[in-house]
């Protein structure tokens, strides 16, 4: 029994032992090592399915020398999961965690007895023996061994013959490398069955639960012929019905950007990703970019019905930014949002990949696209107010110290490589400048207006029901940008007529004026062919629709005179880095005439936006957590993020010395630099950015770098795209 432990400890399947504590027919499973046939060591516990638990944490007994009875005791209720298989002396323990509402096994599908054959069969097993078999709703279960069916890619059976073959890609921990990481590993299961018939029903069961069904014509001539011993003639290609029951095949476009992650995207697909998608029946069209903005030319100008079922981003943040954006500028911008995105990481970094979904490896990855699931994402608008020009991010818009080092960083390219960032990053801390600008923020609203919100518009929030529902800030009052604040001549080239934000940063649907739905529900029937080239849409809408006013109803637009200034516009008089500079004149009617001339519409409402004089270090506007996939787990930029709830973190590093700033970056690993006395994080609805004319003029969306040309603004958009995938806890 020691060696049956053994091995399966080796193993390193998701081993869930209540699956070799099962059995219904009590085969004998394995040949022990010690060479003793007593029937107690080779069989495994008898226990009725029925009486297994499924919650909490417990462990199974039995005396090593007696072989008595096998007896289960509950020793702890801490949840968790199937966590280590132990023995000692005296006694085989295994410890089963569950939380109190898992159902570790599922619900029994299948059961039956099945003959082992072929490759991938642990030599311990070979020749064949029969052991007894069940499928679950999540797994499935063979003699001592279990394989979560979220590992399991595709089960191929040929008509008319006795066999089918499991495809997984289970997490298996090098034996030999004591505290090396767990990688998946293909693995090729084939089984016999008593007869054909049956090998068809294991194969439908697998099919009804998530598994793709390659079916076979009957099986090759070719094999059989050498099986027979004549020899191989040329293999007639021969067409059947498939007697089982198949999903349709996904259809997906794959956009490579074959210099991701130093020219390793394209060997990351072709050889660990490519079999997945094939495995799984996916139909894809594969496209490599040839220059910069490839990828977002590509999706404005795609058919989507040649991608019905996703866009496939293979590189790094870059290539995801630039379909995101892609999509966002067509003119059925509706029906392209609705086109999910799957990521497979190959890029130098995949921050939204591993902190939204909790991936980072490659093959992880495309078994998350073949297994499907959604998961709905804010998306950020970047709207530079001077010429009405739109830019989408997922991921962190920033200026200052960061996208410094971004621009210094193309410099040392050729010459760095991957350290080009590093090179960048020491050079610009040693001529550490700041900078300067205003920011203006909208702060989230709280738990009380936000739920009031929902409560008036019957709005959900989506945090709790992500379908295709609208959420606060659809229904929150319509933003507008703040009016100038500062006279000083730093600022003074903003041209105060386009600090309107557009009707697409607004929420507004741009003929009806109404808040746009936030989550567009997938409908076939309305996907529209399009050929069409990138609509300038956003840019152009904002200038011309931008002027409607007249509804007091809430979120509509009213043309305000500069007397209601003081009500929209709150100081920070007594916050921990004071007002901006010149604002208490402001305030006092100082800017009051030129708001006035410049016929500024903004809402009236309870909109209290605050505001952050400058100078700084940095300011960072993070759409979700931030992670980094190179560092440890616990870093993020900012720990408090959500990827989904509507509002950005707006992260202000004040202007401090080099020291601090490296205390900044060293915290920023375990998470803890938000507490430092020069940082601020705030959770904002909308974030406005003025740079001083004389400043820095770039920023940085989510690692592309754009020039600045006076104040942007930056808002989490009515809409929110879908990345392909079930969020896992980070452990790929
Ligand atoms: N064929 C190409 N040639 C040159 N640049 C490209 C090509 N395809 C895409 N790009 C550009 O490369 C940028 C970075 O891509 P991506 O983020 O996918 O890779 P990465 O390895 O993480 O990048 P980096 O480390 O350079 O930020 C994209 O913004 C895109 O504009």
Redesign the pocket.
């Known amino acids: 029994m020691r060696s049956l432990c053994g091995k399966l400890g080796a193993l390193s399947h998701k081993i869930n032992p209540l699956g070799a504590f099962v059995h219904q027919n009590h085969h004998a499973t394995d040949t022990p090592r010690d060479g003793n046939n007593d029937d107690s060591q080779q069989m495994a516990p008898q226990i009725p399915m029925e009486s297994v638990p499924t919650s909490s944490r417990w462990s199974f007994h039995r005396s090593r020398r007696s072989g008595g009875p096998w007896s289960m005791k509950q020793f702890s209720s801490s949840p968790g999961e199937l966590d280590d298989i132990s023995t000692n002396k005296s006694e085989i323990r295994i410890d089963v965690k569950g939380d109190e509402s898992s159902n570790l096994l599922g619900e029994m599908v299948m059961a039956g007895n099945l003959t082992l054959a072929g490759k991938g069969l642990p030599s311990k097993l070979v020749p064949p023996v029969e052991v007894s078999a069940k499928l679950t709703t999540k797994t499935f279960i063979w003699a001592l061994h279990c394989l979560s069916l979220d590992d399991v890619v595709a089960v191929t059976c040929s008509v008319g013959s006795q066999h089918f073959t499991i495809h997984s890609y289970a997490l298996v921990k090098p034996r030999w490398i004591p505290g090396a990481s767990s990688r998946r590993c293909r693995t090729d299961l084939q089984f016999r069955t008593s007869n054909k018939e049956e090998a068809l029903r294991w194969a439908t069961a697998f099919g009804e639960h998530g598994c793709h069904v390659n079916a076979l014509p009957s099986p090759p001539k070719q094999h059989q012929q050498q099986l027979n011993g004549s020899p191989p003639v040329k293999e007639q290609v021969v067409m059947v019905q498939s007697p089982v029951k198949c999903c349709p095949q996904p259809v997906m476009l794959v956009v490579i ?6 020219g390793r ?1 394209l060997k990351v697909f072709h050889s660990k990703v490519q079999p997945i998608f094939e495995l799984a029946g996916i139909k894809l069209t594969v496209v ?8 977002q030319t590509l999706a404005s100008t795609v058919e989507l019905s040649k991608c019905p079922d996703g866009i496939i ?1 293979v ?8 379909v995101i954006n892609g999509l966002s500028s067509r003119d059925d911008v509706e029906a392209a949002c609705t086109i999910p995105i799957g990521i497979i990481p190959a ?4 921050s939204l990949v591993w902190t939204v979904l909790g991936i980072r490896d490659p093959i992880a990855a495309a078994l998350m696209i073949v297994k499907g699931g959604m998961v709905a994402m804010d998306v950020f608008g970047v709207e530079w107010t001077k010429t009405g020009a739109m830019h989408m991010g997922l991921t962190v818009a920033y200026y200052g110290f960061m996208s410094d080092v971004l621009e210094l960083s193309a410099k040392y ?1 050729r010459w760095c490589g ?1 350290l080009r960032y590093f090179v960048a990053g020491v050079l610009r801390l040693l001529c550490l400048s700041h900078y300067t600008c205003e920011v203006h923020y909208l702060p989230a609203l709280s738990g009380l207006d936000a739920e009031h919100v929902e409560v008036d518009h019957g709005i959900h929030n989506p945090t709790l029901d992500p379908g295709p529902l609208a959420s606060s800030i659809d229904s929150s009052p319509i933003l507008a940008a703040p009016t100038r604040l500062n006279s000083n001549s730093d600022f003074a080239g903003v041209v105060n007529a386009s600090y309107e934000p557009s009707d697409y940063v607004r929420g507004l649907d741009g003929k009806t004026k109404r808040p746009l739905p936030r989550i567009i529900t997938p409908d076939e029937e309305t996907v529209t062919v399009s050929s069409a080239s990138p609509s300038p849409r956003a840019r152009t809408r904002s200038k011309s629709k931008a002027k409607s006013v007249g509804s007091t109803a809430p979120g509509a637009w009213r043309e305000v005179t500069g007397s209601c200034l003081g009500d929209t516009v709150s100081t920070t008089a007594g916050t921990r880095w004071g007002p901006l500079e010149g604002m208490s004149d402001v305030n006092a009617g100082g800017a009051e005439t030129d708001i006035a001339k410049s016929r500024v519409h903004f809402l009236v409402e309870d909109e209290k936006w605050e505001s952050r004089g400058g100078p700084f270090l940095g300011v960072m506007m993070c759409n979700h957590q931030c992670k980094t996939v190179q560092c440890i787990q616990s870093q993020a930029l900012a720990p408090p993020a959500e990827h989904d709830d509507g509002n950005v973190h707006l992260l202000l590093v004040h202007n401090v010395g080099r020291l601090q700033l490296l205390r900044f970056f060293l915290l920023m690993q375990f998470g803890r630099h938000i507490s430092l006395p020069f940082v601020e994080c705030i959770k904002a609805r909308a974030v406005w950015l003025n740079p001083s004319i004389r400043g820095h003029q770039a920023c940085g969306i989510d ?2 770098l754009l020039t600045l040309d006076g104040p942007i603004m930056m808002r989490v958009l009515p809409h929110q795209c879908h990345l392909i995938g079930k969020r896992t806890l980070h452990t790929q």
């Open positions: 950007n074959p210099l991701s992650g130093q995207a490599e970019t040839t220059h910069p903005h490839h990828a981003c590189g790094g943040d870059g290539i995801v930014n630039e890029g130098s970094d995949n390219q991957r690692g592309e």
